[in-house]
């Protein structure tokens, strides 16, 4: 129950174990074209957009949005929330970009005004925002921020690790023109895949570089093969991750497939996703754990970053992992001492039994911590709230 690599469904599991299919395999040329079109459906995006599905994880996401949209010199703006708002400052640096940022206190949001005052003080080509940061919690309103910089005629790219098929969000109304993730999260998949789709717009951004991207990450290497798959022809650039792409298909056709609170597909998706977060905050609120972010507002609900309390560290993470269950420690460099992280994402959110042992085994590791844990009372909030869904 780390923030990813998340645990995956027993049928992505069947669809990624079997042997290794060719490229050019009619099976996988199937799915790779299938996989691409439910793409748009989980990202709510126009037929227009193009997804990318490449080899890599999250961060070459990250590196291939950057690459295919800034020149040496041009400005942009980095929303900082945490680790990996750090981590695209990084990358657009080394694009020779004009970095500006406008940040907040680790645990904390940036208000949407002090962003829009920003973008109007900076003009940025883009706006880099992470919609929910895995080494916070911190969740920001990308929807929003995509407003006050479409507002600003600046372009949007939305670092999605932690919130694509979690969090809503829509690409419908062309504000947001990148939402990039990994496959090991929501998504519900092996680790493996760098995903993201792309707008006509930040396409068309690609043919106004000054100088080409890196060749594994340009957008021109990749989109005739994407079109070709979709069209399920047979294509060749790099050879995809085969298996994972095989496990896609299903992991994706899961979500579409969602049926939760009056909802379905992946309006559903979501809201399961904040149901569960709401059921897991029932039960740390028993053992009196606070988290990290102190704004419910500003939570994501893909995970809980939660404060270890008076005079226990960062040895809990392995007693809670000697219950038989894995969580993480904290990761923001200047208070990662302080805190653990609980993921709570995909197919583990359709899986109550899971979610009772993850709070049995934090309570347990409290307990062995020397902290008073009403370990029943816990598990009993979390199915309290479960029951009404």
């Not at 439910?38 to 990202?43: H, P, S």
């Not at 690409?171 to 990994?182: A, F, K, P, R």
């Not at 650039?237 to 994972?244: E, Q, V």
Request: glycine content about 10%; charged content about 20%.
């Amino acid at each position: 129950m780390i923030p990813g690599p998340i645990e995956v469904s027993p049928e992505v599991r069947a669809a990624h174990d079997g042997p290794p299919p060719g490229h050019l395999a009619p099976s996988l040329v199937e799915a790779y074209g299938r996989s691409l079109e439910q793409m748009r459906a989980v990202w709510r995006a126009p037929a227009s957009a193009q997804p990318f599905m490449v080899a890599g994880s999250g961060t070459l996401a990250m590196d291939m949005a950057a690459a295919n949209l800034v020149s040496p010199g041009e400005r942009v703006l980095v929303v900082g929330t945490g680790y990996f708002s750090d981590r695209m400052v990084e990358i657009l640096r080394r694009y020779e970009a004009e970095v500006a940022m406008v940040e907040a206190p680790p645990g904390e949001a940036v208000p949407l005004p002090e962003v829009q005052a920003a973008i109007r003080r900076t003009t940025p080509k883009a706006v880099f925002v992470t919609h929910v940061d895995t080494s916070t919690g911190v969740r920001m309103n990308a929807q929003a921020v995509a407003g006050l910089a479409h507002e600003a005629g600046a372009m949007t790219v939305v670092d999605g690790v932690c919130a694509t098929a979690a969090e809503p969000l829509s690409m419908m109304d062309g504000e947001v023109d990148i939402y990039l993730t990994g496959s090991q999260k929501a998504i519900g998949l092996p680790a493996g895949l760098a995903m993201l789709v792309v707008s006509e717009r930040a396409m068309a951004a690609r043919d106004t570089l000054r100088r080409p991207p890196p060749y594994y990450l340009d957008y021109h290497q990749w989109r005739p093969i994407m079109r070709a798959y979709e069209a399920r022809d047979k294509a060749y650039f790099a050879t995809p991750a085969t298996n994972l792409v095989q496990a896609a298909t299903v992991g994706l056709a899961q979500i579409l497939a969602d049926d939760f609170a009056g909802k379905t597909g992946i309006e559903a998706r979501t809201a399961r996703h904040a149901h569960v977060a709401c059921a897991m905050e029932g039960a740390w609120r028993a053992y009196g754990l606070e988290h990290l972010c102190a704004s419910p507002d500003d939570r994501g609900v893909t995970l809980s970053a939660l404060k270890y309390p008076t005079g226990v560290g960062p040895d809990l993470v392995a007693k809670i992992g000697a219950h038989g269950v894995a969580v993480a420690g904290g990761l923001h460099p200047s208070c990662k001492a302080e805190y653990f992280r609980v993921g709570h994402m995909g197919w583990a959110t359709t899986q109550p039994g899971l979610l009772e042992k993850t709070v049995e085994a934090v309570g347990r590791g409290l307990r062995d911590s020397g902290v008073e844990a009403d370990v029943e009372g816990a598990k009993a909030a979390l199915l309290e709230t479960w029951s009404h869904a």
